[in-house]
């Protein structure tokens, strides 16, 4: 039995979660698949900067296109650390593919023209 | 002197929902004022998710769900000025903004729209007990130095107060190599939302101590000591509770407040939110001066503030075809029992739309109805299973039951 407050939306649902991994307490499907992977792997997105290189001053944001573990969040922020684009840049842009294997892309989160 | 149909002051999340939405109901003669050197004000700041769930039914970071409004902004070809400040408002809606590109410029409009946001409070204005040193810096600031500057304000931080903003800066700062010693919340609850509390703070192993508070700064030229202590339950705090924090940097987030001083220069009426008293339509007490987003209250969801936004754009595209009769009956709404505010604070009484009324409760609470009243006549009751202060309630009030009203609407939050 486990109580976990849901991070998918701003609603922030009280989860309950049984020995049979019943989950109660979600307004929406999204809760219960996201308190059965807190309790078995789980997941977060990232989201950071990285530096512009021709522009002063400039930083861009980014993120992890899909969640990675939990425990490689501070190994995912020293390897997007190495990363720096040059403007322009586009939402969405790939700046880093397959981030250390865990089957997550670095995108682009701000156009910088 | 240039007349216009409409300008909008402000161009974050509330000032280009509305302005989208005047246009894409007729107003053709509108422009939007923007200070800063970009659209999308506090916005391109907030690198974090957790946006446009209701909006888009995704999950986008600030600068992700900015620009889904930039671009409509662009295809709908709204005018807008960057870098132009408006310094001066009056009663008959002249408006005068300053800009390097066009100098000192005024504007007759035929309605306002102000989306101005919010501000936030400061060490000043909590009367932070202690040494002025450096190294003391409100949340917002923070984020903006690191998110858009790069800079990191500090190594070992203290974070006195858990609204949002504080929270997602204590996640901010560790995942760039700060240590985040606490964060400190003077109230026996967070003000922040729950799930920020488990990904900022529970994920990173980062204490939360719920009431207690800064009792002393202590540092000669940089920060170097926070003193936390104890409050009871009038907040007053608790001799021989110290606990010490050794840091060089504190971090307020101690509140918002509606930036509403174009507001003040027309002596236009300012309600407990410290946003424009207004009406269903998000008109202020004058015809034709709308207001929507944190300059009206502050919001935790951008979503409603685009929402709230967009009701503020059509409702002046109504104003501009003479649709708002500002002389018909005024039914004022109260905020009863556990409620601290409710929005609007008066209808007027042949709404175009149904009325949806926006509260907060003063306490967290379980097992509520929320009840809409007029005298002892009951307009309509909805359960809630919990309330928290931090979170924006919403319930709505079908115009036809404003027929049934008498003088004055009370709003409460009832056990059930």
Redesign the interface.
Known sequence: MKD?????????C?LHVDDDMNVTGNFCPRGAQYAISELTNPV??????I?VTNRP???V?V?TTNPIP?QK??DV?KEIDKIAVEAPVR?GQIVKTNILGLDSDIVI???ID | MRQIDLVVIGSGAAGMAAAIEAKKNGVNDLLILEKDEKLGGIL?QC????FG?TEFKE???G??YL?RFVDEVKRLEIPYKLNAQVIDLTKDKVITYSSKEDGLVKLQAKAIIMATGCYERNAGAIMLPGDRCSGIITAGTAQRYL????LMVGKRVVILGSGDIGLIMAR?LT??GAKVLCVSEIMPYSAG???N???CLI?YDIPLYLSRTVSKVIGKDRLEKVILSAVDENLQIIPNTEMEFECDTLILSVGLIPYVSLLNYIDCPISSTKGAVVNQYMETMIPGIFTAGNCLHVH??VDFVSQEARLAGRSAALYLRNEIDNNEKKIAIKPGQNISYVLPQFVLENSVDDITFKFRVRKPLKDQVVMIRSGETVLGKVVKP?LIPS?MVMVNLSKDKLQEVKDEIVISVEDR
Do not use: W
């Open positions: 976990l407050t849901c991070i998918v939306c701003p609603r922030g009280r977060r997105t990232i989201t950071t900067s530096r001053y400039t930083l944001s993120k939990k969040i501070f922020m939402i989160t701000k156009n | 391109n690198i974090h998710n957790g769930l999950e986008l970071t600068p992700e620009q998110n858009i500057n790069g901010r995942l760039e939302l729950n799930r509390i488990q990904q994920d935790d969801v919990a979170e």
